[in-house]
Nanobody
Framework: QVQLVESGGGLVQAGGSLRLSCVASGRTFSRYAMAWFRQVPGKGRASVAA????????YYADSVKGRFTISRDSAKNTVYLQMNSLKPEDTAVYSCAAVQGRIATLPSPYGMDYWGKGTLVTVSS
């Protein structure tokens, strides 16, 4: 089992920045690829960003490329999502998720093994 706990959400004005954190506990963190997803009411989860277990490769949704950066610190068992130039349409509940093994693209939410409960990000205009 892997437990994931997100933090860092909140209210920010358009153009501002937030950094989300996801701390993992349980099985070996370094064996898992990690990803961030977001969900707004009435819609399904959307993939936002992902990072391989090695941290060498990252993947982003087109809507966040150039604005969001995913990273991981294996010593702290933590994955981050740095969000810059935020827009009102980025408002959502952001969740981190883990999947064992390799990824070669932005993963679908259906392929993930473990999930955190999420943190709310609200961007005001």
């Amino acid at each position: 089992q892997v437990q994931l706990v997100e933090s860092g959400g909140g209210l920010v004005q358009a153009g501002g920045s937030l950094r989300l954190s996801c701390v993992a506990s349980g099985r070996t963190f370094s064996r898992y690829a990690m990803a961030w997803f977001r969900q707004v009411p009435g819609k399904g989860r959307a993939s936002v960003a992902a990072i391989t277990w090695s941290g060498i490769s990252t993947y982003y949704a087109d809507s966040v490329k150039g604005r969001f950066t995913i990273s991981r610190d294996s010593a702290k068992n933590t994955v981050y999502l740095q969000m810059n130039s935020l827009k009102p349409e980025d408002t959502a509940v952001y969740s981190c998720a883990a999947v064992q093994g390799r990824i070669a693209t932005l993963p679908s939410p259906y392929g993930m093994d473990y999930w955190g409960k999420g943190t709310l990000v609200t961007v005001s205009s």
